[in-house]
């Protein structure tokens, strides 16, 4: 069973910095994409970055240039460095997993950016 833990999320003003992280543990296959959504309240959850094994990334535009997605496929875990941060930045950040079919989402860590 695969399981994700997120840490990193926290206050900061805008402006500020912060950076997420996620470790997978369980059956992971050696193919696979992992990635952060996010999901402010009375919103529905949406992607902000997503990275395979292959090297692809994609990311949302309201982010891009502004975060950087990265991942250490032999540790299996995935980053997420926000920079610039913006007050509407601020929801429950999840990390994704999707491998051999299957997809896995962590608990949440709450962003909040103080305008």
């Known amino acids: 069973q695969v399981q994700l833990v997120e840490s990193g999320g926290g206050l900061v003003q805008a402006g500020g910095s912060l950076r997420l992280s996620c470790i997978a543990s369980?059956?992971?296959?050696?193919?696979?994409?992992m990635g952060w959504y996010r999901q402010a309240p009375g919103k529905q959850r949406e992607l902000v970055a997503i990275m395979a094994t292959s090297g692809y990334t994609n990311y949302a535009d309201s982010v891009r240039g502004r975060f950087t997605i990265s991942r250490d496929s032999a540790k299996n875990t995935v980053y997420l460095q926000m920079n610039s941060l913006k007050h509407e930045d601020t929801a429950v950040y999840y990390c994704?997993?999707?491998?051999?079919?299957?997809?896995?989402w962590g608990q949440g860590t709450q962003v909040t950016v103080s305008s």
């Open positions: 994704k997993l999707n491998t051999a079919g299957l997809t896995s």
């Open positions: 369980g059956g992971i296959s050696r193919v696979n994409t």
